[in-house]
């Protein structure tokens, strides 16, 4: 099979999306939004203000929606404040039968797809996991049309997918 290159340019929105996806799926993020709206919940009941329970849902689902949007927006604030080193730079991925080659004025690094854990897609991006929270992030715009994304994203699997019939 032919190498399939790609030339892209991350920009702070790929990091993002990233990052909430990631939050989203983090049992960590659900343990302190499920303890800031249940804390909030008991409090109100017990000081009698949310008595029915109609009152403490309504609540309940308001502090649920307040807790998760400033976890989110203090956590990626935060993290896109500070430089990342990728951030505009250009690269040229080469998908290999064997390993993904990245190439930027960062440096030239192969990485093996026994190194890939799992693939994951949204409507923007194609995200090679090496690890719940690390991700190669792909966005769609290097892609000339949805069948080059789809034999992309159908390629690596099959190259993951043999990588673990390997090991």
Not at 16 to 37: E, K, N
Not at 47 to 57: F, K, N, T, W
Not at 91 to 109: I, W
Request: positive net charge; hydrophobic residues 50%; proline residues 4%.
């Amino acid at each position: 099979m032919t190498p399939i290159s790609l030339k892209y340019r991350l920009g702070r929105l790929d990091i993002l999306a990233w990052m909430l996806g990631y939050l989203l799926r983090s049992p960590l993020s659900w343990v302190v939004v499920l303890a800031v709206t249940g804390s909030r919940c008991w409090t109100l009941f017990r000081d009698g203000l949310a008595q029915s329970v109609p009152l403490l849902a309504w609540h309940g689902t308001i502090t649920l929606l307040g807790a998760w949007a400033g976890y989110i927006l203090v956590t990626c604030g935060i993290s896109l404040l500070r430089r990342q080193a990728g951030i505009g730079l250009e690269v040229d991925l080469t998908a290999h039968a064997d390993a993904l080659t990245s190439e930027s004025s960062l440096g030239k690094t192969e990485l093996k797809w026994t190194a890939i854990r799992f693939l994951r897609t949204d409507p923007w991006h194609v995200f090679l996991c090496l690890s719940p929270s690390q991700a190669i992030i792909i966005p769609n715009r290097c892609f000339s049309d949805v069948a080059a994304r789809k034999a992309f994203v159908e390629a690596c699997r099959g190259f993951i997918a043999a990588s673990r019939g390997k090991a």
